[in-house]
């Protein structure tokens, strides 16, 4: 469908967490095909949205999908296969997958096969939601196939195309972009009061002890700084998953403490939260890109190390690595101005609208008005994995969501053929809940009894 018809662009997008989501939706809108709405006017048409929610451990609830902000047109909860039967019944211009590597090369052998016969199909893209730091080949390897694989700065874009070059593979469909949810006003200067903001991850320390050791150091620090607003920003409250599985919530070790009155927890849309943050601390979370964006004053910490498992590796150069004891004695980060830019972010003065960020999706929306008002259409998908390729590894992943090595459904698979009817949804959201509760509850349970 070309982009130059009468009709608003439309998008969808298929995501398997809030933070995909949040990232899938936001890029979907700055990379749809530009489009006047008539007249003369040179207002343009806004896309219409469709959303598919992948289920799974990590369904967005619904108090998540509300912080996030980000409104579709529909929103459907489904399987794989559902999502394929979907493609199947609409057209759309722009596909967006914003799925784990695995899940992406699922969708996209799956799509190969419902589209073997089209020339005209939706222009499909993929990429990641924030810092690459841990599976580069095997994360990009995953999501080789799709026409555009985004990547969210200079540097990754190198990368990328580094990755598939050096395996044979073709580069051509890395584009550099960048962050989707990069904005907001511009830091001018302290509040009252002085707030700091630690932006916890899920995963990032996985054990308790390190957990334990940052929220000490954080309520410390709000002791030590009784002037100060110390706020701790959870991603998801006991119970909800988002991209990674968080065992050791602090909502859970907080409670064996005894903060004082200046430290609280808060949830809620980061960049709201950034609006008042006069000092961002963090591990490794893509939070401290958003504040760099802005000017705030960013802090990776370095007490655990500057190790790859934690991700703060990634900064290394940014001049923002620094520890608890040096906050507390009063340090205030300056980034290196040159490592920033090549993270796309705080290019062209802060959250200016100026600059290389404002232009940042320009190619990509280029790229793929080309490649809809291509007059032969689309070519076939065309993964890197193949049954031949790795036949030792794409028959399990695609496995996972019930797919053959051709893409075609498995025998069995549930659901494979028909919608599910209202007692089968009734019975997959039950199913859901007591999987979450037994990863949140019960599994970290067994496993400490295993350490005895």
Known sequence: MPAST???????????????????ALTATRIAPSMEAGSGSGAQV????????????????PRQ?????????????????????????????????ALVGGGVQAILHGLKRIWEERTERPVVVTGYVG???????????????????????????ERFRAVYEGVGADASSVTE?????????????EHDPYTVVFAAQPSVPENRRDRAYLLDRLVRHARLRPEREVLLKLRSKPGEHTTHIEE????????KLDPPPNFRLVYGNMGEVLDRTDLMVTVSSTAALESLHRRIPTVVLTDLGVREALGNHHFVGSGCLASWDQLDAGHRPAPDEEWVARQGVAVGGPASGGGSYATAFDAARER??????????????TPYYTPATAPGYLPGILAR??????????????????EPGPVRQIVRRAARGAYRHGVQRVAPVIRRMGEL
Request: hydrophobic content about 45%.
């Open 65 to 97: 999908l509300a912080e996030v902000g980000v409104h579709a047109d529909s929103l459907t909860e489904v399987t794989a296969l559902e999502f394929l039967r979907a493609m199947t019944r609409t057209s759309y211009d722009v596909l967006v997958l």
């Open 368 to 381: 793929i008005g080309a490649l809809l008002d291509n007059p032969h259409g689309l070519p076939p998908l």
């Open 401 to 418: 969501h019930h797919l053959g090595p051709d893409g075609s459904p498995l025998p069995g698979a549930p659901a494979a053929g028909r």
């Open 248 to 255: 050791l919530p602090y909502q859970k070790l907080v409670q």
């Open 46 to 61: 806004a896309p219409v949205l469709d959303g598919f929610l992948l289920r799974g451990r990590a369904t967005p609830t």
């Open 131 to 157: 810092v690459v730091y841990e599976k580069l080949a095997d994360g990009l390897l995953l999501r080789h196939g799709a026409d555009l694989v985004l990547a969210n700065s200079r540097q990754d874009a």
């Open 177 to 189: 972009v960048a962050l989707p949810f990069l904005g907001g006003e511009p830091y001018t200067g």
């Open 6 to 24: 009468a009709n608003p662009p439309r998008i969808a997008v298929l995501a398997d967490s809030d933070t995909r989501w949040k990232w899938g």
